[in-house]
């Protein structure tokens, strides 16, 4: 009886940890069931963050997005799903295991996806008071934080600072850092107000030496967490005719015009290296590129999130499973993710009057919009920090670092 009872327990063991190792290396799963008149196609992919990817079809049309939730690898995370058509739209909310809501409702017309909290529909916004039997609420996809200012020129938002989010924007001397405390790390005595030879990349902000006149040999660079810097030594003088043409991680890549020579900046070696001369000039569009002396003279920049898959537009970036299109319109741009199994059904996020600004971050995008820095989530769109000074200088640039 023992012999059994021992033999029982260690096959017991056996058992849960043979269920824990697959619970560790399980990379995910793709799933399809019903809820209601909806099929639901659900995929996890736990290389990217615990996000989920949904496809819901109805018989009348199909929707996908999707959310960042750690439901520990869960399988059929969606347990019902409300559905109503109103003046065109089709209006979807799914509830969540838990009952949960992790998006807005979003309404599908003319093959767009709008979230609710976009829509100025008195019809709709009856129906979502109907709503609050989930717990859902319009006004949580409504920006309502309480501004702080700093400044003549700079204004906060704290309550819409996300945790384990770092900030950082230049100023004329250095940087502003926000990540729960504001901090200051001036970096020049007197002020600069361009600073073309600069760059975020990962947690880092890089800066020639601006205190030289026609040529430099120093980098700085600050830790946009701690705030901490090195400076970084090139053997050569490098011209201040020359321009950051991207970044892989934290190497920098920058094009000395006068020289004509590409350097790679390496943070972690904290080095300067030729990479390339005038005869084997390379561009990085997702991958390594021949690229002419002419179009290094031009200026072309890096695009890491190159893709040739949708055309007709401002931009298109291709980020894991979405896409994120441009199009123009008057002084702005809109901004619309479509997802790669469906790319003509479009959602709709928010507006930017800078191209250049946008930094993408799991399911967080920050922006820019007139004078006023943002990030879009499943929530909506919240302010982070207004500053007037970009009324005067564009080229004041923000960067941000997920921990």
Not at 294 to 317: H, Q
Request: proline share 0%.
């Amino acid at each position: 009886m023992k012999y059994l009872f021992k033999t029982l327990i260690i096959f017991t063991i056996i058992f849960f940890a043979l269920k824990l190792i697959l619970f560790i290396f399980d990379t995910g799963h793709t799933v399809t069931y019903n809820v209601g008149n909806f099929k639901v196609k659900e995929e996890l992919k736990t290389k990217d963050n615990n996000n989920y990817y949904f496809s819901l079809e109805h018989e009348d049309f199909k929707i996908n997005f999707q959310i960042n939730q750690n439901y520990n690898k869960s399988e059929k995370i969606i347990n019902k799903i409300e559905y109503k058509k109103i003046d065109g739209y089709n209006c979807v909310l799914p509830v969540f295991k838990n009952g949960k809501i992790l998006t807005d409702v979003m309404c599908l017309k003319d093959n767009t996806i709008m979230y609710a909290h976009n829509l100025n529909n008195k019809k709709i916004d009856d129906y979502l008071k109907s709503l609050d039997k989930y717990g859902y609420n319009k006004e949580d996809y409504q920006d309502k934080a309480d501004d702080v200012k700093l400044s003549n020129t700079q204004t906060i938002y704290k309550d819409n600072f996300l945790e384990n989010h770092y900030i950082a924007m230049e100023t004329y001397k250095g940087l502003n850092l926000f990540n729960g405390n504001e901090s200051n790390v001036q970096i020049f005595d007197n002020d600069v107000y361009t600073k073309p030879i600069s760059f975020f990349t990962d947690k880092y902000y890089i800066v020639a030496d601006y205190t030289d006149t026609y040529t430099f040999k120093i980098f700085h660079v600050i830790n946009i967490i701690n705030g901490k810097q090195i400076d970084i030594r090139s053997y050569d003088d490098i011209s201040f005719d020359s321009y950051i043409e991207g970044a892989i991680g934290d190497d920098i890549y920058l094009f000395d015009k006068d020289a004509s020579k590409q350097y790679k900046i390496s943070i972690q070696n904290e080095s300067v290296e030729e990479f390339n001369d005038k005869n084997s000039l390379q561009t990085y569009n997702g991958k390594w590129e021949n690229m002419t002396l002419s179009e290094a003279l031009n200026e072309k920049t890096f695009n890491n999130y190159y893709t040739k898959d949708i055309k007709g537009y401002d931009k298109v970036d291709k980020v894991g499973n979405y896409y994120y299109i441009y199009e123009k319109e008057n002084d702005h741009y809109n901004v619309y993710r479509s997802d790669i199994q469906n790319k003509t059904l479009k959602t709709y996020l928010f507006e930017t009057t800078n191209l250049n600004s946008v930094i993408y971050l799991d399911d967080t995008i920050y922006y820019i919009n007139g004078n006023t820095f943002y990030y879009h989530n499943n929530y909506g769109n919240r302010k982070i920090i207004t500053n007037t000074e970009l009324q005067f200088n564009s080229d004041l640039s923000f960067g941000v670092y997920k921990k």
